[in-house]
């Protein structure tokens, strides 16, 4: 058995008996005679997994104790004893958040299997708060990268509004980092404990798209064999972000509207309706004034959604950020692909950032991995880039769809795998099934 108690009691030789029993079950203890150095000892020593204290301190009282131990050692269980049992101690002793409570001498012999039973809480606790540590590090704003005016400016402005339950419409070229930052808003949020939820709308055809959002009854159309929760009640408490919220059908614009207006909605096939607590992000590639003009969008769900707007700069317009963003992939696909690769040499970095970049960071991700697949020295080099990156200059040499470049890019790998369908989709990070697809829908033979 392993795991740090701290005993918190005012009796010498009960503590010290008690310190013995434990310490032989092969745990690491701490001693404290009284209220306020308990107190210390949990501010000295993070790594306590169970408080085990009196109730009468003569300093203080155990079960004030329990809730002030919590605000040091969160994912620490308390335990409290007592010579002098009575119901309204025990029934508020748990209520604040107490793991067990014990009489002493009447229960010496539960004591034992109950601080078992506590450090295996703790243990899954500790995993969850590291869990959700490492997550809200990942979406941090922080991990967004680049140190130009343009994109240091839209971080001050997406972190001013994380910290409340304002609306956000993140606006901005496709591939420039949208959901990366409607990600780290909602996880630097006091909703980052909670669900983020995150749906494609121009991913859906109108009837599936509302489905999907709202849920629906058992029956409500053919094929609803059952009843489904939609993405609103998935998001309760959390975050919904709408991308591409300018695709939404207009008749299911006016559905959203009322969610926002009064956070209720009413699944397909249902007449009571869902209340939902639901914070709003959403984000668009078009230009939603042109749209509202030519009735394509509502004006009155704009203005909802737009209380708070954020543009992303495209990666044109930070070029600087180039060489923070290619070294960083560059440590992500040499690592995936189990390749020493240091760099990239000055004169194809010179390359990337005159380039245009067309489809924004999305697309110089692409670039790199391939580059990366492609690599056989320790630097990228010119050989590694694209021909039309790589070449510039080349009149005859016309520009590629973003298409174009994906259906090269899987087809390289596929040569590179030997056409080893599984390989190629772990090294595209892609799963098998989407890989197929689009090899159907690039006409790229099945090797």
């Given at each position: 058995?392993?795991?740090?108690?701290?005993i918190i009691d005012d009796e010498d030789k009960l503590r010290h008996l008690f310190a013995r029993i434990i310490g032989l079950e092969g745990y690491h203890v701490i001693q404290a005679e009284d209220y306020k150095t308990g107190l210390q000892l949990m501010q000295k020593h993070a790594e306590i997994d169970i408080i085990l204290t009196d109730v009468k301190l003569p300093d203080g009282n155990g079960i004030d104790l329990v809730p002030e131990a919590k605000k040091y050692l969160p994912a620490a269980e308390i335990i409290v004893m007592?010579?002098?049992?009575?119901?309204?101690?025990?029934?508020?002793?748990?209520?604040?958040?107490?793991?067990?409570?014990?009489?002493?001498?009447?229960?010496?012999?539960?004591?034992?299997?109950?601080?078992?039973?506590?450090?295996?809480?703790?243990?899954?606790?500790?995993?969850?708060?590291?869990?959700?540590?490492?997550?809200?590090?990942?979406?941090?704003?922080?991990?967004?990268?680049?140190?130009?005016?343009?994109?240091?400016?839209?971080?001050?402005?997406?972190?001013?509004?994380?910290?409340?339950?304002?609306?956000?419409?993140?606006?901005?070229?496709?591939?420039?980092?949208?959901?990366?930052?409607?990600?780290?808003?909602?996880?630097?949020?006091?909703?980052?404990?909670?669900?983020?939820?995150?749906?494609?709308?121009?991913?859906?055809?109108?009837?599936?798209?509302?489905?999907?959002?709202?849920?629906?009854?058992?029956?409500?159309?053919?094929?609803?064999?059952?009843?489904?929760?939609?993405?609103?009640?998935?998001?309760?408490?959390?975050?919904?972000?709408?991308?591409?919220?300018?695709?939404?059908?207009?008749?299911?614009?006016?559905?959203?509207?009322?969610?926002?207006?009064?956070?209720?909605?009413?699944?397909?096939?249902?007449?009571?309706?869902?209340?939902?607590?639901?914070?709003?992000?959403?984000?668009?590639?078009?230009?939603?004034?042109?749209?509202?003009?030519?009735?394509?969008?509502?004006?009155?769900?704009?203005?909802?959604?737009?209380?708070?707007?954020?543009?992303?700069?495209?990666?044109?317009?930070?070029?600087?950020?180039?060489?923070?963003?290619?070294?960083?992939?560059?440590?992500?696909?040499?690592?995936?692909?189990?390749?020493?690769?240091?760099?990239?040499?000055?004169?194809?970095?010179?390359?990337?950032?005159?380039?245009?970049?067309?489809?924004?960071?999305?697309?110089?991700?692409?670039?790199?991995?391939?580059?990366?697949?492609?690599?056989?020295?320790?630097?990228?080099?010119?050989?590694?880039?694209?021909?039309?990156?790589?070449?510039?200059?080349?009149?005859?040499?016309?520009?590629?769809?973003?298409?174009?470049?994906?259906?090269?890019?899987?087809?390289?790998?596929?040569?590179?795998?030997?056409?080893?369908?599984?390989?190629?989709?772990?090294?595209?990070?892609?799963?098998?099934?989407?890989?197929?697809?689009?090899?159907?829908?690039?006409?790229?033979?099945?090797?």
């Amino acid at each position: 058995m392993s795991g740090t108690i701290l005993i918190i009691d005012d009796e010498d030789k009960l503590r010290h008996l008690f310190a013995r029993i434990i310490g032989l079950e092969g745990y690491h203890v701490i001693q404290a005679e009284d209220y306020k150095t308990g107190l210390q000892l949990m501010q000295k020593h993070a790594e306590i997994d169970i408080i085990l204290t009196d109730v009468k301190l003569p300093d203080g009282n155990g079960i004030d104790l329990v809730p002030e131990a919590k605000k040091y050692l969160p994912a620490a269980e308390i335990i409290v004893m007592t010579a002098f049992a009575t119901i309204h101690d025990g029934i508020e002793a748990m209520k604040r958040g107490a793991f067990d409570y014990f009489v002493k001498g009447d229960d010496n012999d539960k004591i034992i299997p109950a601080l078992s039973r506590a450090i295996d809480k703790v243990q899954l606790q500790k995993q969850v708060y590291s869990l959700q540590a490492k997550l809200n590090v990942h979406y941090s704003f922080e991990q967004i990268i680049g140190n130009s005016p343009a994109i240091q400016s839209v971080i001050k402005l997406a972190k001013k509004v994380a910290g409340t339950d304002t609306n956000v419409l993140i606006t901005g070229e496709t591939g420039a980092g949208k959901e990366l930052f409607a990600q780290s808003i909602h996880y630097s949020s006091e909703r980052k404990n909670k669900n983020f939820v995150a749906i494609n709308c121009s991913a859906f055809p109108k009837e599936l798209l509302e489905s999907e959002l709202f849920g629906h009854k058992k029956g409500a159309f053919t094929g609803a064999d059952r009843d489904k929760k939609g993405l609103f009640e998935e998001a309760h408490q959390g975050t919904l972000f709408l991308d591409e919220i300018g695709e939404m059908p207009v008749e299911l614009q006016a559905k959203l509207l009322r969610v926002l207006e009064s956070q209720t909605f009413t699944k397909l096939g249902e007449t009571k309706p869902t209340t939902v607590d639901v914070r709003i992000v959403a984000a668009t590639n078009r230009d939603l004034q042109k749209e509202i003009d030519a009735q394509g969008f509502r004006a009155d769900l704009f203005y909802r959604l737009a209380t708070f707007v954020i543009n992303v700069p495209s990666l044109n317009e930070r070029v600087e950020d180039i060489d923070a963003l290619t070294t960083f992939f560059i440590q992500r696909f040499a690592a995936k692909t189990k390749k020493i690769i240091k760099g990239i040499q000055k004169d194809a970095l010179l390359l990337l950032k005159n380039y245009r970049w067309k489809g924004n960071i999305r697309e110089l991700r692409n670039v790199i991995e391939r580059a990366c697949i492609l690599c056989d020295t320790h630097q990228i080099t010119l050989d590694d880039l694209p021909f039309e990156i790589a070449h510039p200059h080349t009149e005859s040499a016309s520009p590629l769809s973003l298409d174009e470049v994906e259906k090269l890019h899987i087809q390289k790998v596929l040569s590179l795998t030997k056409g080893n369908k599984t390989k190629t989709s772990e090294l595209l990070g892609i799963g098998l099934t989407t890989l197929y697809r689009k090899m159907e829908e690039y006409g790229i033979s099945n090797q």
